[in-house]
C-alpha cells in the first residue's frame, strides 16, 4: 500500500501565503505524477496543479502566477508554494500521485486525506 502524508494547511490572511507538502511512503516502485486537488464547500473537486515524472508542470488559469507545484529531491514529495492567496482558495487540498507499486503493474491513483486551507478577508 502507498501512503500519502499532507502538512501545512491553516488559516492566512488574503495576500498571504501558505506551503503545502506532501510525502509518499509505502511500496513503490516508481510515481508517474504528484498533483494538488482542492474542493471548496459546495464546489467539485479541481485540479490545482500537476507534475509529472518528466517534470511536465500544469496548474489551473486560477492559480497561475500565484502557486508553484514542485517535487523534493528523493521524487516522493510535492510541495505546493501558495502565495497571493486569496478568500477564492479556500478549501480542502488534497494530495495526489499516481503509483506503480511495482515493476509490469499498472500504475493505481492515490489520495491523501486533505488539509485545509482558509483564507480570510
Known amino acids: 500500500q502507498v501512503q500519502l502524508a499532507e502538512s501545512g494547511g491553516g488559516l492566512v490572511q488574503a495576500g498571504g501565503s501558505l506551503r503545502l507538502s506532501c510525502a509518499a511512503s509505502?511500496?513503490?516502485?516508481?510515481?508517474?505524477?504528484m498533483a494538488w486537488y482542492r474542493r471548496a464547500p459546495g464546489k467539485q473537486r479541481e485540479l490545482v496543479a500537476i507534475?509529472?515524472?518528466?517534470?511536465?508542470?500544469n496548474y489551473v488559469d486560477s492559480v497561475k502566477g500565484r502557486f508553484t507545484i514542485s517535487r523534493g529531491n528523493a521524487k516522493n514529495t510535492v510541495y505546493l508554494q501558495m502565495n497571493i492567496l486569496q478568500p477564492g482558495d479556500t478549501a480542502v487540498y488534497y494530495c495526489?500521485?499516481?503509483?506503480?507499486?511495482?515493476?509490469?503493474?499498472?500504475?493505481?491513483?492515490?489520495w491523501g486525506q486533505g488539509t485545509q486551507v482558509t483564507v480570510s478577508s
Open positions: 495526489y500521485a499516481r503509483v506503480e507499486v511495482a515493476f509490469g503493474d499498472s500504475a493505481r491513483d492515490y
Open positions: 509505502g511500496s513503490i516502485f516508481n510515481i508517474n505524477a
Open positions: 507534475i509529472t515524472s518528466g517534470e511536465r508542470i
